[in-house]
Nanobody, 123 residues
Framework: QLQLVESGGGLVQPGGSLRLSCAAS????????IGWFRQAPGKEREGVSC????????NYADSVKGRFTISRDNAKNTVYLQMNSLKPEDTAVYYC????????????????WGQGTQVTVSS
Protein backbone atom coordinates (compact mmCIF):
# COMPACT_ATOMS: atom_id res chain seq x y z
CA GLN A 1 0.00 0.00 0.00
CA LEU A 2 1.33 3.40 -0.96
CA GLN A 3 1.50 5.71 2.00
CA LEU A 4 2.92 9.03 3.09
CA VAL A 5 3.26 9.66 6.79
CA GLU A 6 4.01 13.06 8.26
CA SER A 7 5.60 13.55 11.66
CA GLY A 8 7.29 16.24 13.70
CA GLY A 9 4.37 18.53 14.40
CA GLY A 10 3.59 19.90 17.81
CA LEU A 11 3.20 22.98 19.96
CA VAL A 12 5.92 25.60 19.73
CA GLN A 13 6.28 29.18 20.90
CA PRO A 14 6.49 32.04 18.41
CA GLY A 15 10.01 32.29 17.09
CA GLY A 16 10.62 28.61 17.62
CA SER A 17 11.45 25.85 15.15
CA LEU A 18 10.10 22.51 14.08
CA ARG A 19 11.19 19.98 11.49
CA LEU A 20 8.48 18.04 9.73
CA SER A 21 9.21 14.73 8.07
CA CYS A 22 7.33 13.02 5.27
CA ALA A 23 8.16 9.35 4.99
CA ALA A 24 7.00 7.13 2.17
CA SER A 25 6.16 3.47 2.36
CA UNK A 26 5.20 1.14 -0.42
CA UNK A 27 6.96 3.22 -3.06
CA UNK A 28 10.16 5.12 -3.58
CA UNK A 29 10.15 8.89 -3.59
CA UNK A 30 12.98 9.00 -6.13
CA UNK A 31 10.55 9.51 -9.00
CA UNK A 32 8.22 11.96 -7.31
CA UNK A 33 7.89 15.65 -6.73
CA ILE A 34 6.95 16.32 -3.12
CA GLY A 35 4.88 19.21 -1.88
CA TRP A 36 4.00 20.49 1.56
CA PHE A 37 0.58 22.03 2.08
CA ARG A 38 -1.24 23.36 5.10
CA GLN A 39 -4.77 24.06 6.16
CA ALA A 40 -5.67 26.36 9.01
CA PRO A 41 -9.08 26.23 10.70
CA GLY A 42 -11.70 27.88 8.55
CA LYS A 43 -9.31 28.41 5.65
CA GLU A 44 -8.61 26.69 2.38
CA ARG A 45 -5.62 24.46 1.98
CA GLU A 46 -2.60 26.29 0.60
CA GLY A 47 0.71 25.30 -0.85
CA VAL A 48 3.72 25.90 1.36
CA SER A 49 6.67 24.46 -0.50
CA CYS A 50 7.67 21.85 -3.03
CA UNK A 51 10.83 20.15 -4.18
CA UNK A 52 11.65 18.71 -7.56
CA UNK A 53 12.48 15.09 -8.08
CA UNK A 54 16.19 15.81 -8.22
CA UNK A 55 16.05 18.21 -5.31
CA UNK A 56 17.63 20.86 -7.46
CA UNK A 57 14.58 23.09 -7.57
CA UNK A 58 12.43 24.30 -4.72
CA ASN A 59 9.47 26.66 -4.40
CA TYR A 60 8.08 28.49 -1.39
CA ALA A 61 4.98 30.45 -0.63
CA ASP A 62 5.77 34.12 -0.06
CA SER A 63 4.55 33.82 3.52
CA VAL A 64 7.28 31.30 4.42
CA LYS A 65 10.21 32.38 2.24
CA GLY A 66 13.36 32.82 4.25
CA ARG A 67 11.93 30.88 7.19
CA PHE A 68 11.15 27.41 5.83
CA THR A 69 13.48 25.05 4.00
CA ILE A 70 12.45 21.91 2.14
CA SER A 71 14.90 19.10 1.52
CA ARG A 72 14.86 15.47 0.56
CA ASP A 73 16.89 12.40 1.43
CA ASN A 74 16.05 9.79 -1.15
CA ALA A 75 18.21 7.22 0.60
CA LYS A 76 15.86 7.51 3.57
CA ASN A 77 12.79 7.89 1.36
CA THR A 78 11.95 11.02 3.31
CA VAL A 79 11.33 14.69 2.66
CA TYR A 80 11.76 17.34 5.34
CA LEU A 81 10.38 20.78 6.02
CA GLN A 82 12.52 22.79 8.40
CA MET A 83 10.44 25.59 9.85
CA ASN A 84 12.19 28.42 11.68
CA SER A 85 10.97 31.71 13.15
CA LEU A 86 7.50 30.29 13.45
CA LYS A 87 4.56 32.66 13.76
CA PRO A 88 1.06 32.12 15.11
CA GLU A 89 -0.25 32.37 11.56
CA ASP A 90 1.73 29.23 10.70
CA THR A 91 -0.67 27.25 12.86
CA ALA A 92 -2.29 24.61 10.66
CA VAL A 93 -2.40 20.96 9.77
CA TYR A 94 0.52 20.29 7.48
CA TYR A 95 0.27 17.69 4.73
CA CYS A 96 2.83 16.26 2.37
CA UNK A 97 1.85 15.01 -1.05
CA UNK A 98 3.54 13.30 -3.96
CA UNK A 99 3.15 13.48 -7.72
CA UNK A 100 5.06 11.47 -10.29
CA UNK A 101 7.22 13.81 -12.30
CA UNK A 102 10.22 16.09 -12.35
CA UNK A 103 9.16 19.58 -11.34
CA UNK A 104 6.76 21.27 -8.96
CA UNK A 105 3.22 21.46 -10.25
CA UNK A 106 -0.34 22.42 -9.38
CA UNK A 107 -1.90 21.16 -6.19
CA UNK A 108 -4.68 19.26 -7.95
CA UNK A 109 -2.15 17.02 -9.67
CA UNK A 110 -0.72 15.56 -6.47
CA UNK A 111 -1.77 11.93 -6.27
CA UNK A 112 -0.72 10.69 -2.86
CA TRP A 113 -1.43 12.51 0.38
CA GLY A 114 -0.52 11.96 3.99
CA GLN A 115 -2.91 12.29 6.91
CA GLY A 116 -1.34 15.48 8.18
CA THR A 117 0.45 16.65 11.29
CA GLN A 118 -0.73 19.49 13.51
CA VAL A 119 1.52 22.49 14.03
CA THR A 120 0.45 24.98 16.67
CA VAL A 121 2.39 28.17 17.29
CA SER A 122 1.31 29.83 20.48
CA SER A 123 2.71 31.33 23.64
Amino acid sequence: QLQLVESGGGLVQPGGSLRLSCAASGFTLDYYVIGWFRQAPGKEREGVSCISRSGGSTNYADSVKGRFTISRDNAKNTVYLQMNSLKPEDTAVYYCAAVFGDVCTSEWKYRYWGQGTQVTVSS
